[in-house]
């Protein structure tokens, strides 16, 4: 067995230790999501938490890890009489896959024994490994939306239910969930962000000492796992009896009325939703406090908890930066007080008390960033000043659009978007299970063994069932796609105020591609050629801030930017070639430079249609004389066009046709 790198050794990131910490000695706090960039400790810290865990002591035999003092009435295994045989064993660190499936996470019924013989034989997953232990999911942002809604249900309501065709088990499932991911690579949607209790942003130190730092101990733990961690098995100790102390004070914690009344002001004052804020807070500050080895909650205890706990649950939409105003933190504590106090709070104190890590005074921050733009050269007006150069243009606020869809029924990646077959959704008829049994459709596997029943000597009211005779559902849903926006950024389009609804019709497409669980890309052209602004990626965040910092000027290279967007499909559709693309153009249909960059655009626009790839051209052209060249450009990519206007109108609902359709 690999020794994992001890917790106390983890340079710097106070804050995710504490987080971790604090879920250890009160595992109601909720869990953890560790966000931030790749190479920042995340997997490691989560891993040595483990190792810190005391022993649990469980019902000898018992899959399902029961405590031999409490056991689980509903247990599988059980009943369990206490007390009765026992052993002890270290807590568990169960990682679940990104790719896993959801019997894997719930555990699974033998259908086949369910039908004939009318037992539960069921099989454990990684939900009943965790009883009592820590639950791991690395990049939870890629996993599965049903499978993530799984697993918080489970740790909000501490069992596991497993429902098939009228056979029921339920389980006990009481973990610390911790979850890590790079934003870079998507989000969560903000309702599950906020059923995870706390939320840390790491990043790595800018700090040349602490860099050094982190090198020299990773290399000498590399050189000697077992002997640099024998080096720090004086700290580990202390930890895990600070741990064990801190969960037996916890119930002796007062949590005071002032402390109360400062947690439902903070929460109220950041306009957080619904009340699970207000509860996590307090648990938090509870958990802090008995950290401290404390009996009550102070003011300080409020405000990590605030740091700690609110953040994630202040995002609106996904353009929002996480993070919270700790000057308006402090005024509101200020403010509200508590008077059953025992100590004055510490507004500006390190947080978690007693010699626990103390969080940065520094949040994320923000702000716009933009390339200076080059003059247009298409006629168009150009912004005042001395430069010649055009400002950088702010988007419009985005709106609700409605649905494009591909046509057709794909196998994609689960999502909202597109028709889809998917193992969720609804039951659209049967065939024979390839492989292991999933979903069972039961009244065809009932009408495939009827006929049977005399030759295989039915005698009793019981079906005799074989395996020949399973049927496995098929299913309909929904898969989310690739949208590739292919956005001209020429001088016919550097109106400030033409480019400013561009940029919100955009934005608002691409809030639409994050609700759906879409990735997304980003191809641009002006000038002589085009370029991809951003790769195929599941970060809505990343192609809004392209898109801010777009520039925009020169001519209009047309050909070039649907050449390079065909490109981008063609690689993309070696690396997934079951996610279905759909084409955002959004231009005004106009081709400049080159010879006969008309002709050349309408060649490159029928590269898309005769690969049947959806495609809608977003008609970016204004004034009172209009060419009609977008929607040309529609009909040689065998799409449809769309105003920007009618974006917000009823009448986008089927504005993709079927390609397969029109090619016949």
């Known amino acids: ?55 649990v002591d469980v019902v000898a035999g018992c899959r399902f890890s029961c405590d031999p003092d409490a056991p689980d009435p509903a247990c599988p295994d059980g009943p369990h009489t206490p007390p009765g045989d026992f052993e002890t064993r270290p807590a568990r660190m169960v990682e679940l896959p990104v790719g896993a499936s959801e019997d894997r996470l719930v555990g699974a019924l033998d259908i086949e024994r369910a039908l004939a013989e009318g037992v539960k034989a069921f099989e454990p997953g990684l939900l009943a490994d965790a009883h009592r232990g820590i639950l791991y999911v690395d990049e939870v942002n890629l996993l599965h939306d049903h499978l993530v809604d799984l697993l918080l249900d489970a740790a909000a ?11 029921s088990v339920r389980h ?44 020299r101990r990773r290399l000498a733990y ?23 102390a801190a969960r037996s004070l916890l119930p002796s914690v007062r949590l005071g009325d002032g402390a109360l009344r400062q947690i439902a002001a903070t929460c109220a004052a950041f306009e957080v939703d619904g009340m699970r804020a207000d509860i996590v807070m307090a648990r938090t500050a509870t958990a802090l406090a008995a950290w401290a080895g404390r009996t009550d909650v102070l003011a300080e205890d409020v405000r990590q908890a605030a740091l700690l706990a609110l953040p994630h649950r202040r995002r609106r939409n996904p353009f929002d930066a996480p993070g919270l105003d700790e000057d308006k933190l402090d005024r509101t504590l200020e403010e509200f007080s508590g008077e059953d106090e025992d100590e004055d709070p510490d507004p500006d104190g390190p947080g978690g008390g007693g010699g626990g890590p103390a969080p940065d005074d520094g949040g994320p921050q923000g702000g716009d960033t933009g390339a200076r733009p080059e003059a247009g050269e298409d006629g168009e007006p150009q912004a005042s000043g001395g430069s010649g150069e055009q400002a950088p243009t702010r988007a419009a606020e985005p709106f609700r659009t409605k649905v494009l869809t591909v046509p057709g029924i794909g196998a994609g990646a689960a999502g ?105 890309g980003l191809v641009t052209f002006r000038g002589s050629a085009a370029e991809v602004a951003l790769p195929p990626t599941s970060s809505v965040d990343a192609a809004a ?30 690396r997934d070639p079951a996610r279905r693309a759909l084409v955002v153009v959004v231009t005004d249909g106009r081709a400049t430079g080159g010879p006969e960059p008309v002709a050349l655009a309408g060649r490159a626009a029928r590269l898309f249609a005769a690969d049947g790839v959806a495609a809608v051209v977003v008609d970016c052209e204004s004034g009172p004389v209009r060419l009609g060249l977008a929607g040309e450009l529609a009909g040689e990519l065998g799409g449809a066009a769309v105003t920007l206007d009618a974006l917000r109108a009823d009448s986008i609902a089927g504005l993709v046709k079927d390609v397969q359709r029109r090619a016949a």
């Open 545 to 574: 801030a392209r898109l801010e910092a777009l520039p925009t000027g020169g001519r209009t290279p047309l050909a070039a930017g649907l050449l390079k967007a065909h490109e981008v499909l063609r690689v993309e559709r070696l």
């Open 416 to 520: 909202r978007r597109s028709r889809a077959r998917t193992e969720h959704g609804r039951t659209t008829g049967a065939r024979r299970p390839r492989g292991a049994l999933t979903k069972l459709h039961l009244a065809a596997t009932v009408q495939a063994a009827a006929p049977h029943q005399r030759a295989r000597g039915r005698s009793g009211p019981g079906l005799v069932l074989r395996r020949d005779d399973l049927r496995q559902a098929t299913r309909e849903g929904r898969e989310g796609n690739l949208v590739l926006f292919v956005v001209d950024a020429s001088g016919s389009m550097a109106a400030r105020q033409r480019m400013s609804a561009v940029k919100g019709a955009v934005l608002s497409l691409l809030l639409d591609a994050y609700q759906r669980r879409d990735k997304v």
């Open 1 to 55: 067995m690999t020794t994992p790198f001890p917790f106390t050794a983890v340079v710097g990131q106070d804050d995710l230790r504490l987080a971790l910490l604090l879920n250890a000695v009160s595992p109601a706090v909720g869990g953890v999501l560790v966000r931030g960039e790749k190479g920042t400790a995340k997997s490691t810290a989560v891993r040595a938490l483990s190792v810190l865990l005391p022993t």
């Open 157 to 167: 309501m501490g069992a596991s239910y497993v429902e098939r065709e009228g056979v």
């Open 222 to 244: 590399d050189d000697d796992p077992a002997g640099f961690a024998a080096r720090w098995d004086g700290e580990e100790t202390a930890v895990r009896q600070r741990i064990v």
């Open 172 to 215: 006990a499932a009481k973990f610390l969930l911790v979850g890590t991911m790079n934003p870079e690579e998507g989000e969560l949607r903000p309702q599950l962000l906020d059923r995870f209790g706390l939320t840390v942003e790491v990043a790595a130190s800018r700090e040349p000492d602490q860099r050094v730092e982190v090198v």
